[in-house]
């Protein structure tokens, strides 16, 4: 048995800012941001949290997959921006749907966090007692943003994408996921420090770091090696997937990958340009984005693939 995504939902904050608009709050122009990156706006969160979000993107998957919350059993999010350290934001979710029946938890795998969750269905699924699940990917990256850090701010955005999945014959046909802690320090947020009655700690809070350039050498390199090794382990050719849906961080990792892959460009749809990088909700806000569009047919296959901090790195073929 496998899992099968049968309905998809997003949610993206209401207010765009342009590169036109960073240019007018810090050193940076449009000319930058587009050629390094091809990023030329981003939606980014005033009213919205990461749960509303969620709650929101998870909404219109349950519509879509003509599901009612109370048939879930699982609920798992992908998050580094929850708005609590506790309850998880799936707790909060599940309390927002009445999904009384499922079992709520976050996970935190950075910009691979919705391909790990698709990982945890799946394999729920394979234990025999589980039936439905929701899966998300939701960020509010802006507020882990440091917004005089020019090399960082300008990349990302907020939103939230959502999938139910349901314990299947047909769906998910193979996966790989990694992780390399040793290189954990290349994109990173601290957390609190220690600070108690027996530790004095001033330590100011931490905000999102990068080396660019380093995970910019590991994406490209490790991403179409993932799939490659995916494929062969499915016997499927990269010529009979349809679509690569990747995790939108940089137009330049994907026009890298693809022709790693000898794959045409127009077999990567793309939001990147819009949406920014949305950490865990990259897949799925342009998932649901190419569903809605009617691009998916019954039988399709399609490869997700997800990578960022941690570092962590999965993807998924799936017929669809
Ligand atoms: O979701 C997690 C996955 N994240 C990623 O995949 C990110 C991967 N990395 C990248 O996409 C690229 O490395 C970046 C887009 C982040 C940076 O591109 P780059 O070509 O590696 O630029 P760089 O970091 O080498 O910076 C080049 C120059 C520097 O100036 P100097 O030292 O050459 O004078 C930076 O200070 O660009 C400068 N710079 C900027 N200039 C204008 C950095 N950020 C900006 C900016 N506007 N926003």
């Known amino acids: 048995?496998?899992?099968?995504?049968?309905?998809?939902?997003?949610?993206?904050?209401?207010?765009?800012?342009?590169?036109?608009?960073?240019?007018?709050?810090?050193?940076?122009?449009?000319?930058?941001?587009?050629?390094?990156?091809?990023?030329?706006?981003?939606?980014?969160?005033?009213?919205?949290?990461?749960?509303?979000?969620?709650?929101?993107?998870?909404?219109?998957?349950?519509?879509?997959?003509?599901?009612?919350?109370?048939?879930?059993?699982?609920?798992?999010?992908?998050?580094?921006?929850?708005?609590?350290?506790f309850p998880s934001t799936a707790c909060e979710i599940q309390s927002a749907l009445g999904a009384v029946n499922a079992v709520a938890f976050d996970i935190n795998a950075a910009c691979s966090g919705f391909l790990f969750g698709l990982g945890i269905a799946n394999a729920y699924f394979a234990s025999g007692s589980f039936q439905k699940a929701l899966i998300i990917g939701a960020e509010t990256l802006s507020k882990m943003m440091d917004w005089n850090d020019r090399s960082t701010c300008v990349l990302f955005g907020d939103g939230a994408g959502a999938a139910v999945v349901e314990r299947s014959e047909e769906g998910i046909i193979s996966m790989v996921q990694g992780s390399d802690g040793a290189r954990g320090n290349v994109l990173s947020c601290h957390n609190r420090p220690v600070n108690n009655p027996f530790v004095k700690n001033d330590t100011a809070l931490d905000y999102t770091s990068m080396n660019g350039q380093e995970v910019y050498k590991f994406a490209v390199r490790t991403v179409p090696e993932a799939i490659s090794k995916m494929l062969k382990e499915a016997n499927v050719s990269p010529d009979e997937v349809k679509y690569f849906v990747l995790h939108q961080a940089n137009i330049r990792i994907i026009e890298s990958v693809a022709k790693r892959l000898s794959q045409p460009a127009e077999k990567f749809p793309t939001n990147l340009q819009r949406c920014g990088n949305i950490s865990a909700g990259s897949v799925p806000v342009l998932l649901d984005e190419i569903h809605r569009k009617g691009m998916l047919q019954k039988g399709d296959k399609i490869v997700l693939a997800g990578f960022g901090a941690g570092l962590t790195w999965g993807s998924a073929l799936i017929s669809w």
């Open 1 to 85: 048995m496998t899992a099968r995504i049968i309905g998809t939902g997003s949610y993206l904050p209401s207010h765009v800012v342009s590169n036109q608009d960073l240019e007018k709050i810090m050193d940076t122009t449009d000319e930058w941001i587009r050629s390094r990156t091809g990023i030329e706006q981003r939606h980014i969160a005033v009213e919205e949290t990461t749960t509303s979000m969620a709650v929101e993107a998870a909404r219109r998957a349950l519509e879509n997959a003509q599901t009612d919350a109370k048939e879930l059993d699982l609920i798992v999010v992908g998050t580094v921006s929850s708005d609590r350290h």
